[in-house]
């Protein structure tokens, strides 16, 4: 069983900037890959990024393309989402997962989920 824990959401103003950490705990960070997904009220879940655990291969939403970068730290376990020009509409609970091996933007097919952080992005 891995648990992960998000930090880093909060109340920022349009144009600005947040970090998302995800920790990671419960079983090695090799061959783990890992995504962040996000759920606006009245929304289903949608994906925004993905990395593999070797940290050469990322992928990323449409929407968040160019302002938004993923990486990890596998010394440290933990996975980063920076947000920058932040929008209105990226405003959602936002949750890491994982899953082994290769990383997707479906998020059925991630194992693990962390309990969600709120970013919040005021106009």
């Given at each position: ?43 289903e ?9 070797s ?35 990226d ?33």
């Amino acid at each position: 069983q891995v648990q992960l824990v998000e930090s880093g959401g909060g109340l920022v103003q349009a144009g600005g900037s947040l970090r998302l950490s995800c920790a990671a705990s419960g079983r090695t960070f090799s061959n783990y890959a890992m995504g962040w997904f996000r759920q606006a009220p009245g929304k289903e879940r949608e994906f925004v990024a993905a990395i593999n655990w070797s940290n050469r291969n990322t992928y990323y939403a449409n929407s968040v393309k160019g302002r938004f970068t993923i990486s990890r730290d596998n010394a440290k376990n933990t996975v980063y989402l920076q947000m920058n020009s932040l929008k209105p509409e990226d405003t959602a609970a936002y949750y890491c997962a994982g899953k082994p091996g290769y990383s997707s933007s479906y998020a059925g097919g991630y194992n693990d989920w962390g309990q969600g952080t709120q970013v919040t992005v005021s106009s």
